[in-house]
């Protein structure tokens, strides 16, 4: 598609629960990051996908946060066993190359009670 | 350490009234730098990329240039609708590391 699309715009969890967020990339970009925004404008980087392979992953809290970006399949980011700290709004964005700009999804607001 | 300061952090404006922005950074292995417009509950709107120093880039209302130190985004004549936060990303390193301010939330006053 033209544009990065977001699954489900807001997913509410209780604690403990799981999350699964997804993402599909603008067609023909090789690369998809996932961000956090909890406090305004405060970007965090989680992970980043060359294709299907993780290109850089020292963002993601590795004990409950899984990434995956398989063939002919939407991009997803699954939190096992929410905690009120992962209410926030997450970030997909898909870019050409390392170089380019990044295009921005419409995000995905969590918020866990 | 890589660092990005973005100001004035807040800045209100009256409609026609022309202003600039200030991005400094210190950023090694730079590689572009992107400026973007977040309205609120949105992702980021992507505007302008710049990669050398001197480099200079329009659209509309809006001009970014780019020094070695600082960008600036210049915005001449705003009307209502160009208030939004806009934010300044330099990209540094081979592994596409992008470094995230705070932004400056701009409002325009009709």
């Known amino acids: 598609g033209e544009e990065v699309a977001q699954t489900p715009k807001h997913l509410v969890r209780g604690e403990g629960q799981k999350a699964k967020l997804y993402c599909a990339p603008i067609?023909?970009?090789?690369?998809v990051f996932w961000y956090q925004q909890v406090l305004k404008n405060e970007f965090k980087f989680l992970i980043s996908?060359?294709?299907?392979?993780?290109?850089?992953e020292t963002g993601m809290p590795k004990e409950r946060f899984s990434a995956k970006c398989l063939p002919n399949s939407p991009c997803s980011l699954e939190i096992q066993a929410t905690k009120l700290e992962d209410s926030a709004v997450y970030f997909c964005?898909?870019?050409?190359?390392?170089?380019?700009?990044?295009?921005f999804g419409q995000g995905t607001r969590l918020t866990v009670v | 350490e890589d660092q990005v300061t973005q100001s004035p952090e807040a800045l209100r404006l009256q409609e026609g009234e022309s202003s600039s922005l200030n991005c400094s950074y210190t950023?090694?292995?730079?590689?572009?730098l992107f400026w973007y417009r977040q309205d609120p509950g949105k992702g980021p709107e992507f505007l302008f990329t710049?990669?050398?120093?001197?480099e200079e880039k329009e659209k509309e209302r809006l001009k970014a240039t780019l020094t070695k130190k600082e960008s600036f985004l210049h915005i001449t004549a705003p009307k209502p609708e160009d208030s939004a936060t806009y934010l300044c990303?330099?990209?540094?390193?081979?592994?596409?590391?992008?470094?995230w301010g705070l932004g400056t939330s701009l409002a325009v006053n009709p």
């Open positions: 950023v090694s292995g730079l590689r572009g």
């Open positions: 710049l990669y050398s120093a001197g």
């Open positions: 990303v330099p990209n540094a390193g081979n592994n596409r590391k992008l470094i």
């Open positions: 964005a898909s870019s050409q190359s390392t170089n380019t700009e990044a295009f």
């Open positions: 996908f060359q294709n299907e392979n993780v290109f850089d």
């Open positions: 067609k023909g970009h090789s690369y």
